[in-house]
């Protein structure tokens, strides 16, 4: 009989691990340990490709339970599986043969400063020219996917290993609410060479529809899953204090369970047909997202008026995990996701198959 896959016996050993992470907040260093308990556990290969729905289901779940147990982790971990899955996608043999071995950990740095970063030929080479912002896990990850300009303006993904260039990483900046423990500071690329073989894909694969925009459903799921570690945590304290005999709190928390198990049906639908390779699944993960965080930010509040100042202590989970989703809800262009979403809605009802009446 076959054992079971990769995805299934990575979420089993995640359930008690999640567990004891969501009990305990820890510190807000790099999560190290963490990462290195997700690599023994199969996390850093379990998702590259994901044959089938069952596959997408089980990577749904993975990212919401790291997400609510640790939303750093869950954002390095999300950039992990983003730039694994690209370079299956894109890659030659021996590239994806290298993320196969899952003996790094990847991420993936788009966002940059003005006026952005560059990559030249030199003779059987590539240089590098400029600097990435926003690098989770700048000095801490074993290798980055980056995008970087051709001479003929073309984006071009590179995976650069940077174990040997840590001192490049610059996390002075790094002085945030929440998301502290993501390290995602600034790194210096300049006069970096690589060979050919870093070079991933031809240019302007990274940003190829459907899977670029569809592929926001991985950090809305992480982002779901701290809201409703959140909702879970008023759960707790509802128990604990008598305060669930009180109707106005039972209608606060009902409002955060349809909240978030409405963002899940959204987040899911997405899922499954961005990895399925399907347009709709555009306009679905733009409203999702601006769902997810409507959800969210609902809980957040939620959470701070059902236990009142006891969620604002250092030691409390609810705000450590309000701090950290308060920013990773930041995330690209939200106004203008909302608004494509909207427009394509406009045109015809995105859901299901069912017309307008
Ligand atoms: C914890 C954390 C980790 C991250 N890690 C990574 C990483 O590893 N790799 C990476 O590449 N990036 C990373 N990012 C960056 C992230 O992907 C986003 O780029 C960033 O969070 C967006 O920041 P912003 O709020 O300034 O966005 P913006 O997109 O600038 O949005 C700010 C506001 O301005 C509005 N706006 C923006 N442009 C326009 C316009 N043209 N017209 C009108 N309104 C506009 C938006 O709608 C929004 O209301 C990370 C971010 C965080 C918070």
């Not at 005999?245 to 198990?261: D, K, L, N, S």
Request: aromatic residues 8%.
């Amino acid at each position: 009989m076959n054992g079971p896959t990769p995805p299934d016996s990575f979420l089993r050993a995640l359930g008690p691990l999640a567990r004891a992470w969501d009990a305990a907040n820890g510190d807000e260093a790099f999560p190290a340990e963490r990462l290195a308990a997700v690599a023994r556990a199969g996390g850093l290969t379990a998702f590259t490709r994901l044959p089938d729905e069952h596959a997408v289901r089980a990577l749904y779940a993975a990212l919401r339970r790291i997400g609510g147990a640790d939303l750093s982790l869950g954002r390095i971990w999300e950039g992990h599986v983003n730039a694994a899955q690209l370079v299956d996608a894109y890659g030659d043999a021996a590239q994806r043969a290298a993320v196969e071995a899952g003996s790094r950990v990847l991420g993936v740095w788009n966002t940059e400063p003005a006026p952005g970063m560059t990559i030249a030929r030199e003779g059987d080479v590539w240089r590098l020219s400029g600097a990435k912002s926003f690098a989770t896990g700048a000095g801490h990850i074993d290798a980055a996917l980056i995008t970087a300009r051709l001479p003929d303006g073309g984006k071009q993904m590179v995976v650069v290993d940077i174990r040997d260039h840590r001192e490049r990483a610059d996390n002075a900046g790094w002085r945030v609410r929440g998301m502290r423990g993501t390290r995602s500071g600034r790194f210096d690329f300049d006069g970096l060479v690589v060979a050919s073989e870093a070079l991933i894909g031809a240019p302007g694969d990274y940003e190829r529809e459907p899977r670029f925009s569809a592929g926001a459903w991985r950090f809305a799921a992480v982002q779901l899953g701290a809201a409703e570690a959140l909702v879970r945590h008023l759960r707790d304290h509802l128990v604990a204090s008598g305060k669930r005999e009180e109707p106005i709190q039972r209608a606060r928390f009902a409002g955060c369970v349809a909240a978030v198990r409405g963002a899940g049906a959204w987040v899911e639908r997405a899922a499954l047909r961005a990895e399925a390779g399907d347009a709709d699944a555009i306009p679905l993960t733009l409203m999702a997202r601006g769902v997810v965080e409507e959800a969210a930010l609902g809980v957040m509040e939620a959470a701070a008026r059902g236990v009142g100042t006891a969620a604002f202590f250092e030691d409390s989970r609810i705000d450590r995990i309000s701090r950290d989703l308060g920013l990773y809800l930041r995330q690209p262009v939200p106004d203008q996701a909302r608004d494509r979403a909207a427009a394509a809605w406009l045109e015809r009802d995105r859901w299901g198959d069912d017309p307008w009446w």
